[in-house]
C-alpha cells in the first residue's frame, strides 16, 4: 500500500514519530555513509563516524512528492529531491530507501555536497547495507583542489579502496560555453585506483591526452592524491646531459618520516662517470629548523676533466643552514658549505652554476627594542675553475677568514643631557693567505684590496643628539660624538704603507648641526612641502690615513642617500675627518589624484682640516667618488609615483666645475593595460684612480605582454653601450590557467668578469597541475651540459 503526495513541496524536520522514523534513523546516515563510503577524501571515514554519534541532527527533506509504500516498506522521495542533514546536501530526481534490506538508491542527476565543499555526480548511486562496499555508475567527483575524477562505475572495497572502470583524472575545469569539450588535459586508464589508506591513486593502461588527442601511453603511473600535502614517495625523475659526465637519470625518493622532519634521497646514474649520492634531511623543532645536504660521487673518468678542477676520483660536498630561538630576543645559526673542489657542484648541476663563491657563517643575534647585538664568523670558498688571478695569486689564497665580527648598538632609555645618547661598538678580526690586489677587466690596479697576514680592530663610538623646534617650525638638531678605534696587525704587507709597530690607536671628535625647514602649502590639487636642509659639522682629522687597511668600506656612491650622513664611509676602517658643510633642498608634492612627487638637489662643502676624500687609503677609496674637491659634485634624485602602476626615478651627479655627467642611472617602470614594462639606463664616468679607465654605459630593459588570460610573451636584454655588445638577453613565450602551465624561452649571457664563458641556452618547460612537470634545456652556444626535468 502507498500513499504518494503528489505535487506536494514537502518539507519535514524528521523526528521520532511512527511514519518518519525509519526515514530519520534509516536514510540519513546511510545516505551519507554510502556519500561518504564512494567518496576518494581520506576524512570521509572520520566524518561518517562523526554523523553516526550525532543522534540529535535533524534532516531536511524537499521534494515534489514523497512516498511510503507500508507493504514494501519503502520510502520514495521523487522529483527535485534535496536532503540536507548536518552541514551535507543531497540533490537527485529520485531517493529510494528499502526499510528491510537497508538498501540506499539515489537515482538520476545524483550530486552530493559534504561541508567541506567536495562534491560528487553520478547517474546512480547504489549502496549495500554494511555502507562500506558499493557500486556507483557514471561517477564523477570534483575535490577542492579543483581536480576531477571521472568513470563509466566504480566500485568500493575494504572500505578505503575505490576502483574507477574506465577511469580518468584532470585538474583543469570543463568549458562553461562548451561543457562538451575536452579538458585541456586528462588521463584516461582502464582502471584508477585510489587508495585512501595509502594515499595514493593508481593508473593502469593510462593515456596522457590534450584536448582529447592521447599524446603519450603509460602502462603503469601513480601519484598522491591531490589532497595530500606531504607523502613518502617517488618524486619526477630528472634525465641530464654533460659532455664529461655522459647521460644522467635521477630518480628522487621522498621520505615523509615525521610531520617535522623528512629525508630527499637523489641518486644519479651517470653513463660517463658513475653514481652520485644526493641526500637531503630536513626537521623543524620547537625552537628553529635545519637542514643537512650532502651529495658525492666516485668518477669512473676522471680524465674526462683533464687540466680542470675536476680531474678527481673522489668528488663531493656537504651544505648545511639552520637558525634557532634562544629566547624572545636571542637566535644563533649557520650557513655552512665544505665542498671537495670548486666546481664540483657547476659540474653536477647541484647549485648555482654562476656562483663564484660560497660563503660560510655562523652567528649569534639579540635584538630589543633599543638594542642590537650581532656576532657573526665567515669563511670564503672560491668556486672559480681558474685558480689564479691575473698576477698568478690563487683566488683561494685571497680570501679572507673572518673571526669574527661583532657589532652592538645600544640607545639609552632615559634622555642624558635632555637628548638621545647611544653607543656603537664593532670588532673584527680576519686573516688571509696572500695579498688580494685590485684588478680592472683582469689587469691589476695597484690598489690593495685586502693584506695578508691578520688585521684586528675595536671600534667604539658615543653619539649624543637632540632636536629643537625654534620660531616658525624650524628644527635645530645638535650633535656630538666621540670615537676610537685601535689596530692590531701581523705580518705586513712590504707592498702597503702599513704601519710599523704593527699597533695603533685613532680618535675622533666632532660636534655639529643640523638645520632643517619643513614648509608645506596646500592647495585644491593636493599639497607640496619644500624642506631646505643644512648641516654643519667640526671635526678633527682622520688619523693614520693610508697607513691602515680597509677591508669593509671601500664602497662609496655618492648620492641622496648620504648627502646628510655624518660619515659617508660604508663602514668601520675608514671614518670620515675634517670639517664640513652639506646642503640640500628635498621637495614633495602629493596631488589628489594619488600621484606623488618627489626632488632632491644637494652639495656636499668641505671646511677646513684634512679632507679624508682627497687623501686615499691602500684601496683608493675616497679618489673619484665626487667629495675628493673641496666643493662636491652636484647631485640630483627626481622620483615620480603615478596612481595608475607607473613610476620614474632619476638621478644624475653633475661635475662641480663644469656640469659634466660623472654618474647617472634612471629607471622606469610601469603597467598600462595588458603590457608591463621596465626600462633603465646607466651611466659611469671613468675612474681612472681606481683602475676604470673607461666610461661605463649600459641600457637594461624587460617586459611582459599578457595577450589573453592565458597567453603571455616576455623578454629582456642587458646592453653595454661603451663595448657595443650585449651582457645578456632573452625571449620567451607562456601559457598558463588553473591546470597547465607552459613556456618556452631563450636566454643568452655574455660574463666577461668570471671564468664562465657565454652561454646561449632554450628552455621548454611544461607544468600539470597537482601531477607535477618538467623542465628540458638545451645549450645552443656548445657548453657543458644540458638537462630536462619530467
Known amino acids: ?237 630528472r634525465l641530464s646531459y654533460g659532455s664529461a659526465i655522459g647521460v644522467g637519470l635521477t630518480t628522487p625518493y621522498f621520505f615523509n618520516l615525521a610531520p617535522n622532519y623528512d629525508l630527499t634521497i637523489s641518486p644519479t646514474f651517470y653513463s660517463g662517470q658513475g653514481v652520485l649520492l644526493d641526500a637531503e634531511w630536513r626537521h623543524k623543532l620547537i625552537t628553529g629548523s635545519y637542514r643537512i645536504r650532502a651529495a658525492g660521487i666516485a668518477q669512473f673518468a676522471p680524465d674526462q676533466f683533464a687540466g680542470l678542477q675536476g680531474d678527481e676520483t673522489l668528488r663531493g660536498y656537504v651544505q648545511s643552514d639552520g637558525e634557532f630561538n634562544i629566547n624572545q630576543q636571542w637566535k644563533w645559526g649557520w650557513d655552512v658549505t665544505a665542498i671537495s673542489d670548486r666546481t664540483f657542484t657547476r659540474d653536477y648541476d647541484l647549485e648555482d652554476t654562476e656562483r663564484q663563491e660560497a660563503v660560510s657563517t655562523l652567528y649569534l643575534t639579540g635584538q630589543s627594542e633599543r638594542n642590537f647585538f650581532e656576532l657573526r664568523g665567515y669563511q670564503f670558498r672560491a668556486l672559480r675553475e681558474d685558480q689564479e688571478d691575473s698576477i698568478g695569486t690563487d683566488f683561494q689564497e685571497e680570501q679572507a677568514l673572518v673571526h669574527p665580527v661583532l657589532d652592538y648598538n645600544l640607545v639609552f632609555g632615559d634622555p642624558v643631557l635632555n637628548g638621545e645618547l647611544s653607543f656603537d661598538l664593532n670588532f673584527t678580526s680576519l686573516s688571509r693567505e696572500n695579498t688580494d690586489f685590485g684588478t680592472s677587466n683582469g689587469n691589476p690596479t695597484g690598489r690593495v684590496v685586502g693584506p695578508k697576514g691578520t688585521y684586528t680592530r675595536l671600534s667604539l663610538e658615543a653619539t649624543w643628539q637632540k632636536t629643537l623646534v625654534g620660531p616658525m617650525g624650524q628644527l635645530f638638531t645638535p650633535f656630538a660624538s666621540l670615537r676610537g678605534d685601535a689596530f692590531w696587525l701581523e705580518q705586513n704587507e712590504p707592498l702597503a704603507p702599513f704601519i710599523e709597530d704593527n699597533e695603533a690607536f685613532r680618535g675622533l671628535a666632532l660636534a655639529g648641526i643640523e638645520w632643517r625647514w619643513p614648509l608645506i602649502a596646500q592647495h585644491t590639487w593636493g599639497t607640496q612641502r619644500f624642506e631646505p636642509v643644512a648641516q654643519v659639522i667640526l671635526r678633527s682629522n682622520e688619523n693614520l690615513l693610508g697607513s691602515l687597511p680597509n677591508e669593509d668600506a671601500q664602497s662609496l656612491v655618492f648620492d641622496d642617500t648620504n648627502l646628510f650622513s655624518v660619515n659617508k664611509f660604508s663602514g668601520y676602517d675608514r671614518v670620515e675627518g675634517g670639517s664640513r658643510i652639506n646642503i640640500g633642498m628635498i621637495y614633495r608634492a602629493d596631488l589628489n589624484n594619488g600621484v606623488s612627487i618627489r626632488t632632491v638637489l644637494g652639495q656636499s662643502l668641505h671646511l677646513f682640516g684634512t679632507n679624508s676624500f682627497a687623501n686615499p687609503d691602500v684601496a683608493a677609496t675616497g679618489l673619484d667618488s665626487g667629495l675628493e674637491t673641496d666643493r662636491s659634485d652636484y647631485i640630483a634624485r627626481f622620483t615620480l609615483d603615478t596612481a595608475n602602476d607607473l613610476r620614474l626615478d632619476a638621478f644624475v651627479r653633475l661635475d662641480e666645475s663644469n656640469f659634466a655627467v660623472n654618474r647617472s642611472e634612471i629607471t622606469a617602470s610601469g603597467k598600462r593595460g595588458f603590457l608591463t614594462a621596465s626600462l633603465g639606463y646607466a651611466y659611469f664616468a671613468e675612474q681612472p684612480n681606481l683602475g676604470i679607465a673607461n666610461e661605463r654605459e649600459e641600457i637594461r630593459g624587460s617586459a611582459s605582454l599578457q595577450v589573453n588570460d592565458n597567453w603571455r610573451v616576455f623578454g629582456d636584454f642587458r646592453y653595454d653601450i661603451e663595448n657595443n655588445g650585449a651582457v645578456s638577453d632573452g625571449i620567451g613565450i607562456a601559457y598558463d590557467d588553473e591546470c597547465f602551465g607552459l613556456s618556452l624561452s631563450y636566454t643568452e649571457t655574455h660574463d666577461r668578469y668570471t671564468d664562465l664563458e657565454t652561454d646561449q641556452r632554450i628552455y621548454l618547460r611544461v607544468n600539470l597541475k597537482t601531477i607535477g612537470g618538467g623542465e628540458v634545456s638545451q645549450d645552443l652556444g656548445g657548453g657543458e651540459s644540458e638537462s630536462a626535468t619530467y
Open 1 to 237: 500500500m502507498s500513499r504518494p503526495l503528489k505535487q506536494w513541496k514537502l518539507a519535514l524536520f524528521l523526528s521520532a514519530s511512527a511514519l518518519t522514523l525509519p526515514l530519520a534513523i534509516g536514510l540519513a546516515p546511510d545516505l551519507l555513509t554510502a556519500y561518504a563510503a564512494s567518496h576518494t577524501t581520506r576524512s570521509s571515514d572520520a566524518l561518517v563516524e562523526r554523523i553516526r554519534t550525532n543522534p540529535d541532527a535533524q534532516m531536511l527533506v524537499e521534494a515534489n512528492a514523497l512516498i511510503y509504500n507500508y507493504d514494501t516498506e519503502t520510502v520514495t522521495a521523487q522529483g527535485n529531491v534535496e536532503i540536507v542533514y548536518d552541514g551535507y546536501t543531497l540533490n537527485a530526481d529520485r531517493v529510494v530507501y528499502e526499510q528491510r534490506s537497508g538498501r540506499m538508491m539515489a537515482l538520476g542527476n545524483v550530486r552530493i555536497t559534504e561541508p567541506t565543499g567536495n562534491v560528487l555526480t553520478a547517474d546512480q548511486v547504489d549502496i549495500t547495507e554494511d555502507f562500506r562496499d558499493g557500486f556507483v555508475k557514471s561517477l564523477q567527483v570534483r575535490t577542492p583542489e579543483n581536480a576531477t575524477f571521472g568513470a563509466e562505475s566504480a566500485e568500493r572495497t575494504g572500505g578505503n579502496r575505490t576502483v574507477f572502470n574506465q577511469g580518468s583524472y584532470t585538474a583543469c575545469e570543463a568549458c562553461e560555453k562548451r561543457p562538451a569539450r575536452p579538458y585541456l588535459w586528462q588521463i584516461k586508464a582502464s582502471k584508477v585506483i585510489h587508495d585512501q589508506q595509502e594515499q595514493m591513486i593508481y593508473y593502469q593502461n593510462a593515456w596522457l591526452e590534450f584536448f582529447g588527442v592521447p599524446v603519450a601511453y603509460l602502462p603503469y603511473f601513480s601519484h598522491a592524491d591531490p589532497s595530500v600535502k606531504r607523502k613518502s614517495g617517488f618524486l619526477m625523475p
